[in-house]
């Protein structure tokens, strides 16, 4: 009874808020409930709190709004407007233990797991890892996993863009080297530190939809870095890899077939020299999860509730919101269409390269597992 009176007040303060037309608006609610003594007598002894503050009465109500209401009861507006998840807390934070515990389970058996004391020993192990001081976070990012939205929001956090809108950042700004301090730039002393009080989290795809996706962006698109990629990947991979090449793509390298550049990953050459740019490198290679134990591991299938998620535990949910992207990716859809032109043979070796992606992060590839 004292719960579901306490539930009441919050719902009846919600709906108050959308009467006076600021739906979804928590800190309306916030301020009529807490105006109120009786109610707060009653969450006061369900809650256990002897002096409950305006402050703790607003994560309960954030919390409790979108448990109660479905996500179509909030007004959505294009790009960054506050978003609320379409599962619960309680639900997103049990993925989250199901996800660490697997992880952790698969490291162990696998016996890969690098310790501390060597990855300080080669910092450069930790170029991905980006530091936010001011709100204490450690974010892993990983290529094509909408690591460009993440790394605007950063910039808007840090004050490092001229704009609260992260969709207003030029892509290519985000990138450059200089935006972010890295953790391999700190001392080991530092590296330890922040390891162990920074909210560290890290995002997560499909290995193969992220393959498509790498192999789309940067060699069938014209993008701004396609040139590049073209020079840089493109060429060498038309040479080794295809017989009778026209002297037009040994020299421009832009039309590299998928097939062609999944030749060029499984060769033994390239996986001996470890030559892998980190569009394609393994994800447990640029985020080292079996030595880091990350705080949230989010999924691009999931991606904006696990978004949301982070956010909520670093008490910025009131500060920004993770964009939305006006184009849902269809690269799901597409991996069968590029991996069909692969041999049985062919698909296996690649499925052994990113096996490690696959096992520990509980992704599936139908004959393989």
């Known amino acids: 009874m004292e719960e579901a009176a306490s539930r009441q ?26 105006r109120n003594p009786k109610p707060l007598q009653r969450i006061r002894k369900t809650f256990g709190k002897s002096r409950p503050t305006e402050n703790w009465f607003k994560k309960l109500v954030n919390r409790m709004l979108f448990i109660c209401h479905p996500i179509d009861s909030f007004p959505a507006n294009a790009g960054t407007e506050k978003y609320l998840p379409e599962k619960s807390i309680i639900t997103l934070e ?37 530091v936010d001081e001011e709100h204490r976070l450690l974010y892993c990012y990983v290529p094509k996993v909408a690591c460009t939205n993440w790394k605007r929001l950063l910039m808007v956090l840090m004050g490092k863009a001229n704009t609260t809108n992260p969709l207003a950042i030029v892509a290519d700004d985000s990138h450059r080297l200089n935006v972010f301090r890295r953790l391999d730039n700190y001392t080991g002393e530092e590296i330890r530190y922040r390891l162990d009080h920074f909210m560290k989290f890290m995002f997560i795809r499909h290995p193969f939809e992220r393959l498509v996706s790498a192999f789309r962006n940067k060699f069938g698109q014209n993008s701004s870095s396609s040139d590049y990629f073209r020079s840089r990947y493109g060429r060498q991979i038309i040479k080794q890899y295809r017989a009778n090449a026209s002297e037009e793509s040994l020299l421009r390298g832009h039309d590299v077939t998928f097939r062609e550049f999944v030749q060029y990953i499984i060769d033994p050459r390239t996986v001996a020299r470890a030559n892998f740019n980190e569009h394609w490198r393994p994800m447990v290679d640029l985020c080292l999860p079996c030595t880091i134990q990350y705080n949230v591991i989010g999924k691009y299938e999931s991606l904006m509730d696990d978004a949301w998620l982070v956010l909520e535990k670093a008490n910025l949910n009131q ?22 032109h692969l041999t049985r043979e062919e698909l296996l070796h690649l499925y052994h390269i990113y096996e490690m992606d696959f096992r520990l992060f509980d992704y599936h590839s139908p004959g393989f597992d």
């Open 319 to 340: 500060k920004v919101s993770f964009p939305r992207s006006d184009r849902p990716s269809s690269t799901n859809s597409l991996v069968e269409e590029y991996t069909k």
């Open 9 to 34: 007040v919050v719902l009846s303060s919600y709906n108050q808020s959308k009467v006076d037309g600021q739906t979804g608006k928590a800190n309306l609610a916030v301020q009529a409930a807490f």
């Open 94 to 130: 049990t993925e989250q233990t199901q996800r660490k515990k697997l992880a952790k389970e698969v490291c162990t058996l696998s016996q890969k797991n690098p310790n501390l004391d060597s990855v300080i020993k080669d910092r450069t192990l930790l170029d991905h890892i980006i």
